[in-house]
């Protein structure tokens, strides 16, 4: 069974920037589909961004778009998310998830089977 361990997360200021890392200890990443998503207080998970492992694609949804950027190391089994000018609205849980196959097939929570516990991102002065 695929286990996925995000971390990173923390107190930030407006503006500022964190990467969130997401590994396993006993699979290996590059073979899998990783997707970022958040779930704010009282909110729906949200997708953000997602990389294949087929061809390295990377998709973003628009809340993503010009501010994150999700990548992978396959040196360090490791796919990450970039997030900068980070504002108090991307206060929230984010997971990393994989799902069947190599490529990133639909950007929603429902497709995706395998979920880490998540690390908690707080944008504040």
């Known amino acids: 069974q695929v286990q996925l361990v995000e971390s990173g997360g923390g107190l930030v200021q407006p503006g500022g920037s964190l990467r969130l890392s997401c590994t396993s200890s006993?699979?290996?990443?590059?073979?899998?589909?990783i997707g970022w998503f958040r779930q704010a207080p009282g909110q729906e998970r949200e997708a953000l961004a997602c990389?294949?492992?087929?061809?390295?694609?990377?998709h973003y949804t628009d809340s993503a778009k010009g501010r994150f950027t999700i990548s992978r190391d396959t040196a360090k089994n490791a796919v990450y998310l970039q997030m900068n000018d980070l504002k108090p609205e991307d206060t929230g849980v984010y997971y990393c998830?994989?799902?069947?196959?190599?490529?990133?097939?639909?950007?929603?929570?429902?497709?995706?089977?395998?979920w880490g516990q998540g690390t908690q991102v707080t944008v504040s002065l």
């Open positions: 990389i294949s492992s087929s061809d390295g694609s990377t």
């Open positions: 998830a994989t799902e069947d196959g190599t490529v990133c097939t639909r950007m929603h929570p429902v497709v995706f089977a395998i």
């Open positions: 006993g699979s290996t990443l590059n073979n899998m589909p």
